[in-house]
């Protein structure tokens, strides 16, 4: 780390714990047992490309979806020859001293309760994005983390991606000069999901399991499967679901390693007549005041766009002051523009963002306590910046952000919105 990254990491005694290395609970077996928690959605993906590997003992498989939970089983049974236990109370697996691991890809609202409870039970945790439904969870997370000298990896598995990799290499290379200013983007054509009546939850979902600890709510068919994350109680929209990995990708990219001191956001539905009450519109911008400096972090949305933005639906741009720097994760294509445009570099198409890589990490951290390509330190940041982007859009305010006591400044009222409210519920984070 250099000089001044390092006073960046150091500026608040909040954030110094990021600077720490962790003291890791090695596994200490040639195979690591681990448990699925969430194996629906993307929590299928994890499955099948956890399944290719040789090292790992699947014991649980557990969803509040009894149909998804046997699924995965299903799949792990005919992909490995082993037949993991099911539940739908993810207690048992906490429960169970044999698990050395879970993976996590629950709802958005459950990623911190069920994360801060398996590192209490002494489990490693890989938790998908964003790691927190809100600001204070994630720092919850932290603390969890560091209490229980477990590792935590966060699912934007771009930080374990060769060919992005190598673009950051580029840009700390002085490649486009001094980088001043990034841009993240997401802008592609999305589902109009309706109006719904509440019902009945569906005979093989247990409700009450799924919802945990934030308060009840009728339910809605749009909630389960997959578009719960559209709803203020249960996910951070898409900022939180896609846009979290491009603006984490260009943050690193940007190279600031804290919160925002400053926030504006514009955020409405412009197109869709329907439920979902995040955004489908949505421009943020972030400016970061370091060592007598000032970069900026801008971050476009658009779920009604049937096309693409600069070749990409979700893309990130870095502007330095002897060039810039185009691309996107999913192609794994970019080009470098020195000055008056010319191109000095074109990365051709390679792949899109390497799961089984990131996966391997999190399995080298355990065993070895090599360094997390995504702690959980690191994406909160970058998640940090999803939730502070949606506040500001929510309340059309100006924000200004107390990096080191993750409060808004003169602005008590708005700080309410950096925690949530949870019912009395055995899941329910305490801090």
């Known amino acids: 780390m250099n000089t001044s990254t390092r006073r960046q990491f150091v500026r608040s005694s909040a954030l110094a714990t990021f600077a720490a290395p962790a003291i890791l609970k090695a596994a200490t077996a040639d195979k690591i047992n681990l448990a699925f928690i969430g194996p629906g959605g993307m929590g299928s993906n994890h499955v099948k490309s956890?399944?290719?590997?040789?090292?790992?003992?699947?014991?649980?498989?557990?969803?509040a979806d009894a149909k998804r939970a046997a699924a995965a089983a299903k799949t792990i049974q005919e992909l490995t020859g082993q037949t993991p236990k099911i539940a739908s109370d993810m207690r048992q697996v906490f429960d169970d001293k044999a698990v050395q691991a879970v993976l996590m890809a629950t709802p958005d609202h459950w990623h911190a309760p069920g994360a801060i409870l398996a590192a209490n039970s002494g489990k490693h945790v890989y938790v998908e994005k964003p790691c927190s439904h809100n600001l204070r969870e994630g720092r919850l997370m932290i603390e969890a983390a560091a209490k229980n000298?477990?590792?935590?990896?966060?699912?934007t598995q771009s930080r374990s991606t060769a060919s992005i990799s190598q673009i950051i290499e580029k840009l700390r290379s002085g490649i486009i000069g001094d980088v001043l200013v990034a841009k993240a983007w997401n802008s592609q054509l999305r589902k109009n999901h309706g109006h719904q009546p509440a019902t009945e939850p569906p005979a093989e979902l247990h409700y009450e399991l799924w919802l945990g600890p934030v308060p009840k709510v009728p339910f809605k068919r749009t909630y389960h499967p997959a578009h719960w994350r559209w709803f203020h109680h249960f996910g951070a929209g898409d900022f939180g679901n896609d846009g979290v990995h491009d603006i984490d990708i260009a943050r690193w990219g940007l190279g600031v390693e804290q919160h925002p001191d400053r926030i504006i956001g514009q955020g409405s539905k412009l197109f869709f007549d329907d439920d979902q009450e995040w955004p489908d519109t949505l421009y943020c911008g972030f400016e970061y005041d370091i060592a007598g400096?000032?970069?900026?972090?801008?971050?476009?949305?658009?779920?009604?766009?049937?096309y693409v933005q600069e070749g990409h639906e979700n893309g990130c741009a870095w502007y330095g002051t002897e060039g810039m720097v185009i691309g996107g994760k999913q192609k794994g294509s970019w080009q470098i523009y020195g000055r008056n445009n010319k191109l000095i570099e074109d990365i051709k198409p390679t792949s899109g963002p390497d799961l089984a890589a990131h996966h391997a990490n999190f399995f080298d951290a355990i065993?070895?306590?090599?360094?997390?390509?995504?702690?959980?330190?690191?994406?909160?940041?970058?998640?940090?910046?999803?939730?502070?982007?949606?506040?500001?859009?929510?309340?059309?305010?100006?924000?200004?952000?107390?990096?080191?006591?993750?409060?808004?400044?003169?602005?008590?009222?708005?700080?309410?919105?950096?925690?949530?409210?949870?019912?009395?519920?055995?899941?329910?984070?305490?801090?």
């Open 50 to 63: 956890m399944c290719q590997r040789k090292d790992v003992i699947f014991s649980w498989v557990c969803d």
């Open 293 to 306: 400096k000032t970069k900026q972090l801008i971050y476009e949305q658009r779920d009604w766009s049937p």
């Open 149 to 155: 000298k477990v590792c935590m990896q966060v699912g």
């Open 367 to 431: 065993r070895t306590g090599a360094k997390l390509n995504a702690d959980i330190t690191i994406n909160h940041l970058s998640t940090a910046l999803c939730h502070l982007g949606n506040i500001a859009a929510r309340t059309r305010q100006a924000l200004v952000f107390d990096p080191a006591k993750e409060q808004f400044i003169g602005n008590a009222d708005t700080s309410k919105l950096l925690k949530r409210e949870y019912r009395e519920h055995w899941a329910t984070p305490v801090g």
